[in-house]
């Protein structure tokens, strides 16, 4: 006859077992992407936007936070003002200053739910009137 204890035991380890297969698939915490941007992704316009806007699937940290956006010569066109929509958490925005025709880069950088920082890039041209 098998001793009470190592039933026990192995009852316990098959629980465990099947606690941790169930658990440990299930992203609880989901990985932030980018889904949004306004100007979009690669998109031409015909005025200056007056902010640039990126939304991601789900809501980011608040904290780490960073979007610019730089020109054809890598200078800094955005007011250094990002910010969170603060009715939407996946919405993060700055302000630009009047942008000249020319194709710009929006970079950004958040921090997910998940903790993992998610950095990220895209264009948009401004054309020639
Ligand atoms: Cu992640």
Excluded: C
């Excluded at 077992?17 to 698939?25: D, G």
Aim: proline share 8%; hydrophobic share 40%.
């Amino acid at each position: 006859m098998t001793p009470p204890k190592l039933i026990y035991l192995t009852k316990s380890l098959v629980l465990l077992i099947l606690f941790l297969s169930l658990a440990l698939p299930l992203p609880v915490f989901a990985h932030a992407i980018m889904v949004k941007a306004q100007p979009a992704v690669d998109s031409t316009v015909a005025e200056s936007p007056k902010q640039v806007d990126v939304w991601f699937n789900d809501k980011v940290g608040s904290e780490y936070k960073a979007l610019a956006v730089v020109n054809s010569k890598g200078e800094r066109m955005d007011n250094k003002d990002v910010a969170q929509e603060t009715f939407d958490p996946s919405h993060l925005y700055t302000t630009v200053k009047d942008l000249p025709p020319d194709t710009y880069t929006v970079k950004y950088r958040v921090v997910s739910i998940d903790t993992h920082i998610v950095t990220g890039k895209f264009k948009f041209t401004i054309k020639k009137p």
